[in-house]
């Protein structure tokens, strides 16, 4: 079992900047692949990005490829995401969520709020 915490949410104005933090444990950081997902309201929850677990590949959501960037800090078990161009329908809770076993994204964080401003 993985447990996950997210940080870093918030609100800003668009064009702005953030970066969100989760940090996980329960098994060894570095063995499984980390992702995050958001939900705006009234709508689905989406995949936003992914990185594999040593950090080698990575893979966007095409509305925000070129803006965010995941990251990983396998020394200190915590994924990042840093978003920048922040647009208003970047708008969302945003989750942290592992792939421990190579197979489902199984473990998720509570989540946390970003804002962005018009």
């Known amino acids: 079992q993985v447990q996950l915490v997210e940080s870093g949410g918030g609100l800003v104005q668009a064009g702005g900047s953030l970066r969100l933090s989760c940090a996980a444990s329960g098994r060894t950081f570095s063995t499984y692949a980390m992702g995050w997902f958001r939900r705006a309201p009234v709508k689905e929850r989406e995949f936003v990005a992914s990185i594999s677990r040593n950090g080698a590949s990575t893979y966007y959501a095409v509305s925000v490829k070129g803006r965010f960037t995941i990251s990983r800090d396998n020394a200190k078990n915590t994924v990042y995401l840093r978003m920048n161009s922040l647009k208003p329908e970047d708008t969302a809770v945003y989750y942290c969520?592992?792939?421990?076993?190579?197979?489902?994204?199984?473990?998720w964080g509570q989540g946390t709020q970003v804002t962005v401003s018009s």
């Open positions: 969520t592992a792939d421990p076993y190579g197979s489902s994204w199984s473990n």
